[in-house]
């Protein structure tokens, strides 16, 4: 048993859920109207209402003193401070230095003159590539900028980039290509014209094979279609933290942009590594961005835990995760600009707390990062919804939404809306029998048919939802909106007493990928493997 489990705090939690979990979330509505008020937080243009959870003032009160345990503002201080929190990896995690503006200290400097000098970099380079200043080896203005790099170096530049689309360029459109399948990058070159192509090859470490591949390959088809050893220095930029492996790929040293360890790949977008934001909706917003998530990070410092939204999010995580075994966490946008944010938490939480062991090296005897997925709505009300409301897992999730569209069209944004608190309505008050048996009634159903519907037209409700509605979703509360998980998934590690920023569950498949890529080129059959892998190696060197 872990010292987490057996502690005063956890304990009385304990204590406490069964309490919660046999009071229907109606019924705590009814026996509160004021629930909305006490259970919800207000930041900037930012609503955060988690009232429709199981949740009584005792239930905070117990959740707050567990963060108080844990020491959770002393970790935030450690980590704001710039100390070496990720310990297996001894470095800093300061993510928030790349918006900060006061000084930011790591191994005795300032960092931040570096970061700002790192901006004003992007800022040249992407403002004479949008204006067409800067222009490719046929003295044509650029027209498209394809990203190549996965994982951090891909998932939050592609997640801002779609979320503020209606802020693009119409003369310069902007690509991602990720994966190693060379359908990305071949569907993705032949639209292009390697005259007006340019390209940014993003790695922080830049031995990653995927990206590494891809940007050979990018390469390959640019000298192949025109483009000249020397047009390469024109047409191809590095973001990274290796210097010495960009020159090695022929990238100089003067298109490269800097980033640094202390920045985990996850939390990079605020880095060069948002340079194709930059390309894609230019600097003023990708100032707007970091001032947002500056914001986020200030209320996160000094607001009371109780009224700080990191903070409360991340405890209703753990009230679900630990004490009503919610295995998979739901991420539902009712905005089509962030149909990629699932994808990018599922990175950042996934990656961060999906561990099985402490800072200290000890197993660990509690559930820690949920699943995450999720979809926009509407859509998911037509693929997934149905076990949401009638299944038989417990799925937590958080609904996101912007008051205002950026595209009145029509009616289209109230329906939207409509649908927004439908959902949350339904998961949460669900339909009971006698509601279900009155409406059956009530369309005249014949008594026999209405008994074998019944059971299947029983919604039981008590769903747990946490709603997140904004006014728009601009630049600036979009930084927030991101900044408020980055550290909701701060709060959670340090509830759980892990390392988030650490990922070294990543590294046996690609060890073994290495030796298999080796076999692989050998005629001779498989043999040195288990029966089944050595078995699909060879159907596939039998069919390649
Ligand atoms: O998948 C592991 C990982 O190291 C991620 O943490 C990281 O975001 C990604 O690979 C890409 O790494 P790099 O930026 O070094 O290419």
Redesign the pocket.
Known sequence: MSTLTQSPAWLALQAHQPIMAQQHLRELFKQDSHRFNKFSLLFNDILLDYAKQPVNEKTINLLLALARQQRLENSMSRMFSGEKINNTEHRAALHIALRAEHAVIVDGVDVIPEVKQVLQQMARFSDAVRNGEKKGYSEKAFTDVVNI???????GPVMVTEALKSYGSPHLSVHFVSNIDGAQLSETLKQLDPATTLFII???????Q??ITNAHSARHWFLAHGGKEKDIAIHFVAV?TNQSAVEKFGIDAENMFQFWDWV???Y?LWSA?GLPIAMAVGMDNFYSLLAGAREMDQHFMTAPLEKNLPVMLGLIGIWQINFFSATTHAILPYDQYLHRFPAYLQ?LEM?SNGKRITRDGEVIDYSTSPVVWGEPGTNGQHAFYQLLHQGTQTVSADFLAPCQSQHPIGNHHRLLLANFFAQTEAMMRGKNQSEVRNELISQKIPEASLEALLPHKIFPGNHPTTSILFKKLDPKTLGSLIALYEHKVFVQSVIWDINPFD?WG?ELGKQLAGKILSELDQTESANSHDASTNGLMNYFKENQ
């Open positions: 790099g996965i994982g951090g170096s891909d998932l993003a790695s922080k470490t830049f031995t990653t995927e990206t990274s985990g790949g996850r990079s590594i990175q990656e990922q990543v």
